[in-house]
């Protein structure tokens, strides 16, 4: 090869470094289980344009919605920030929390604690997600039971039932049984599949 060849190469190279986008993913779910991020990255994998080489993907599993201004969750969110930040130019991160609504209907506690952890969001400039009731529910239309939902995400993430979704129960605007925010979010910030 050329030396002018490689010069272009080393360039063309160093410009995709320079414009890569992280997105930190917090989830509820824990690291042994990873199932809410299944779902996410497999609605990501079909709909939406994932180039490695620009766009990279770095879940956070919280242990528990509660965790999520926990000094752990800060810290790891600081690390991975640094560290994809400092490694080109341009390269940005965007904080992404993602929670299920529970009972917010009904339960007085369920009600406070997303408002609370959206404000939370909003203070720290994080882009904030919902799933109402939960993930499984907006994903598979139906209650997962606890047992049962690693083994239902991993079902999911293998199968082609994402396909099935259908995207406009993924861009509400405001809290809707089986319902989520998701698309909105993500639609601000990645390319959709054509068709998507």
């Not at 926990?70 to 790891?76: A, I, L, Q």
């Amino acid at each position: 090869m050329c030396s002018h060849s490689i010069f272009w190469k080393h360039l063309l190279q160093t410009r995709i470094e320079a414009m890569g986008l992280q997105l930190i993913i917090c989830v509820e779910s824990d690291a042994q289980s990873k199932s809410d991020f299944m779902y996410i990255r497999s609605l990501l994998n079909a709909h939406y344009i994932i180039d490695p080489s620009s766009i990279k993907l770095s879940p956070i599993y919280m242990g528990g919605r509660g965790n999520y201004a926990s000094k752990k969750t800060k810290t790891r969110i600081a690390d991975y920030t640094k560290k994809y930040n400092g490694a080109a130019r341009d390269n940005r991160t965007v904080v992404i929390y993602c929670f299920d609504c529970d009972n917010y209907d009904k339960q007085i506690e369920d009600k406070d604690f997303l408002e609370a952890a959206k404000q939370f969001c909003d203070d720290h400039g994080y882009s904030f997600i919902w799933f109402c009731r939960d993930i499984e529910d907006v994903f598979w239309n139906k209650h997962v039971p606890e047992h049962q939902k690693k083994v239902e995400a991993a079902r999911f993430a293998t199968g082609k039932h994402v396909r099935s979704i259908k995207l406009e129960n993924l861009r509400k605007k405001t809290y809707r049984n089986q319902c989520s925010n998701i698309c909105l979010v993500l639609d601000g910030m990645l390319e959709n599949k054509k068709g998507t």
